[in-house]
């Protein structure tokens, strides 16, 4: 997503440039290239930082299901019913 932003981004910065009076298109280009760039940074900062705790949650809830007696009957924490 964000190359197609940065690509966007160029393709808006060089169509102002050639055409006058078209200023404000090149600067929304500058604006998404930089943008584009902050975003493919935090994406990787993201990544890291979220799969930590998902795996976690993964792992609690595995060991939060109530257990099954012999019968598939469910009961409660000690063996009761």
Excluded: C, N
């Amino acid at each position: 997503m964000s190359r197609k932003l940065h690509a966007l981004g160029a393709l808006l910065e060089r169509q102002g440039a050639e055409h006058e009076g078209f200023t404000e298109l090149a600067g929304l280009g500058i604006v998404l290239s930089e943008l584009s760039e902050r975003l493919e940074g935090m994406s990787v900062d993201l990544d890291e930082h979220l799969a930590a705790p998902i795996l976690t949650q993964e792992k609690t809830k595995q060991y939060q299901q109530p257990a099954r007696s012999r019968t598939g009957d469910i009961t409660a924490p000690g063996g009761k019913r």
